[in-house]
């Protein structure tokens, strides 16, 4: 165990975040870490927008289903799937040549990118004492978002990242056995449901003691809910609008 791992393994989701400003180094430096992610073939396919004007961060946060800590924290970072700037310098350098911008794996691409550079940025954040949490839910009304936040052809907001400086405690919420996500030398089917097993009781136990014992609903069953219960389906139609899936 060394500080970078010990850090790691001591990530904690923060919802709760002091009045105190994120300052512009303090910003500059952790944008720049998330800059020094891998990134395929160079591409750096994402743009990230820092939301800080509080009328803004109000929106965004009754876009995202009524999430408080997105208006409370100082700066709110929407991270985006960039194919905009590639479109562009290609209309330069290759006038009038076919381009394949809106191709399943150029979406691909640019949405992994833009999710190794926030995990960098995230770590980055929090080597500095201070807490995230990450934000799906502004794909809940991704049109309404990416109007506000006047996002061209080819960019989408994959996600939000609330930053702050924590205002809680948190505890650290249990994940699968290793065993249930590190299979030697091929997929072992029966060694993923074994896991499975054992994380039920662990993630059961988590939440009865996180709820002083009101709730106490297995993994399995949690995902198995999850997975029967249709959720944002306009992301298809949304994506194919702005220029995405179409090759």
Not at 74 to 93: G, M, S
Not at 108 to 135: C, F, H, K, P, R
Request: charged share 20%.
């Amino acid at each position: 165990m060394n500080d970078t791992i010990s850090l790691l393994m001591n990530h904690r989701s923060v919802r709760k975040f002091k009045s105190d400003p994120i300052t512009d180094e303090q910003l500059a430096a952790i944008v720049a870490a998330g800059q020094m992610a891998s990134s395929s073939s160079n591409v750096q396919a994402y743009t990230v927008i820092a939301v800080t004007e509080p009328s803004l961060k109000t929106k965004l946060a009754e876009l995202a289903g009524g999430q408080a800590y997105v208006e409370q924290c100082p700066t709110f970072l929407v991270w985006c799937a960039d194919l905009y700037r590639l479109k562009q310098v290609t209309i330069h350098h290759q006038p009038g040549q076919p381009s394949y911008e809106g191709s399943v794996e150029n979406y691909t691409v640019a949405t992994i990118d833009a999710a190794l550079a926030a995990q960098n940025a995230a770590v980055a954040a929090e080597s500095l004492g201070l807490g995230i949490v990450y934000i799906g839910g502004i794909r809940t009304k991704i049109a309404e978002v990416s109007e506000l936040l006047g996002l061209p052809e080819l960019v989408y907001p994959v996600f939000g990242m609330c930053i702050g400086v924590p205002d809680q405690e948190t505890g650290l919420r249990p994940r699968l056995p290793l065993s249930g996500v590190l299979h030697m030398n091929g997929y072992d089917k029966n060694q993923t449901m074994k896991a499975v097993e054992v994380y039920d009781h662990t993630s059961a136990e988590y939440l009865k003691e996180r709820t002083g014992g009101q709730r106490s609903t297995p993994w399995s069953e949690q995902m198995a809910t999850r997975l029967t219960e249709p959720a944002r389906l306009q992301l298809k139609p949304f994506l194919e609008q702005k220029g995405f899936l179409k090759q």
